[in-house]
């Protein structure tokens, strides 16, 4: 049995540089969580010229500079400037502008003097306080000069990076193609949610389950439903998903039972097996596989998960996840996240195994606290998995933590 760790940055190995992940063009409207394939420059200055942060009056700095309220400065209001307007007139000195937040600096002027410190009365406006040079005036190019590199490659576009393309004008966006992951479940005791439940059956949710946990990796699933225990079938099904997908998931099979026919059929098939069992709990038979494809293209990683629900979904946010961000061509930032924290209760471990203990995480005068989900533990119980957003992990050789005590805490999403 492969560590944690090590069997972490074995997957992470089996994946090429993002460079070599296939890309494609995409409307800037379909963008939000894309991962950008290229360095984006925009072809304008930002701001795209001097304006105003302030309602007020665009003045000439020399002409208020010593003035204060028992020596205030009368100037002529030649022109008004709305947002969106374009200033006719040249400030001459003795001259102010009236102006909005965001409008355009009329040529001459060089600072803003807010309105609270003036007396406006018909075309004349008083200055009754000196302003800073160049006060509340936002100058072209201070966020951003044309040509620079705006937004660099291998990161998640979200809000704000939507809001800077959308700034620059930049309509059309470089991203990675979004991973195909294949999703299959195998056991003859299977059936699907719709189906009427029969003694000794089992709904399969694995499917569904990873399907979600898949799309909320930024990948694209394909489930295949589910597979009897037979050889063939099984044979025919995983030929099919390395054929159409990047990563294939499967669920069960994996193990050491007289049904467990995975390992066999992926060797059959041709796949390089990197691993057959890591040293977690819950979460042991994992099996890693990759697939050998044409030269322009990147091998398919086969993952055999466990398939009780619980464990499926702890190797998935452990292994799979990391996996797919790097493939889907994040630049950094593919491991699990841990901190340290807090537990609120007692925890307990066999010690033979890196154990994962499911909850919620919340914060209490600055401190990361974990609450352990309340009921069984099982491996089988995915009911009070619902609500999870961390897993606290128990290092291999500890079997107990101490209510109150810091432990290191994995954050899933």
Not at 139 to 164: K, N
Not at 208 to 213: D, E, F, G, H, Q
Request: aromatic residues 6%; hydrophobic residues 40%; proline residues 8%.
């Amino acid at each position: 049995m492969l560590p944690a760790n090590q069997a972490e940055q074995l997957i992470l190995d089996l994946i090429p540089a993002a460079h070599s992940q296939p890309q494609e063009e995409i409307p800037l409207s379909a963008a939000v969580g894309r991962i950008l394939s290229a360095p984006v420059a925009g072809k304008a200055d930002f701001p795209y010229w001097d304006n105003s942060a302030m309602d007020g009056y665009a003045v000439r700095y020399a002409d208020v500079q010593h003035c204060c309220a028992d020596q205030p400065v009368t100037l002529t209001v030649v022109e008004e400037i709305p947002a969106g307007y374009s200033p006719q007139k040249t400030v001459q000195s003795g001259e102010a502008a009236r102006i909005l937040t965001g409008s355009m600096l009329p040529p001459g002027t060089d600072t803003i003097v807010i309105q609270e410190e003036t007396q406006r009365e018909g075309d004349r406006v008083t200055i009754l306080a000196a302003p800073k040079y160049h006060a509340f005036v936002r100058h072209r190019a201070e966020f951003y000069q044309a040509g620079q590199t705006l937004l660099p490659a291998g990161i998640r576009l979200t809000a704000p990076e939507i809001a800077v393309l959308a700034t620059a004008q930049c309509v059309s966006v470089p991203v990675y193609r979004r991973p195909k992951v294949a999703i299959l479940s195998t056991g003859n005791e299977l059936v699907s949610p719709e189906q009427p439940l029969q003694p000794g059956q089992i709904v399969d949710s694995n499917q569904y389950a990873l399907a979600a946990l898949v799309t909320l990796a930024g990948a694209d699933p394909l489930p295949l439903g589910i597979i009897p225990d037979h050889p063939e079938q099984l044979k025919q099904a995983i030929f099919q998903a390395i054929s159409t997908a990047d990563v294939v998931l499967s669920s069960g099979g994996v193990s050491v039972g007289d049904y467990d026919y995975v390992d066999r059929i992926l060797a059959e098939l041709g796949a390089e097996i990197h691993i057959r069992a890591v040293a977690v709990k819950p979460g042991k038979p994992l099996t890693v596989a990759s697939f050998a494809r044409s030269s322009d293209l990147l091998p398919t990683l086969y993952f055999g998960l466990p398939g009780n629900p619980v464990s499926a979904l702890v190797t998935f946010w452990r292994f799979v996840q990391p996996a797919l961000r790097k493939l889907s061509g994040l630049a950094a930032g593919w491991q699990p996240t841990f901190r340290q924290g807090q537990t609120l209760q007692d925890l307990r471990s066999d010690g033979k195994r890196e154990t994962y203990l499911w909850g919620r995480t919340h914060r209490s005068n600055g401190q990361l606290q974990f609450q352990l989900a309340v009921g069984s533990h099982s491996s089988g119980n995915l009911i009070n998995l619902a609500q999870t957003n961390a897993l606290a992990v128990i290092p291999i050789g500890q079997t107990f933590v101490a209510a109150g005590e810091m432990i290191q805490i994995m954050q899933v999403d």
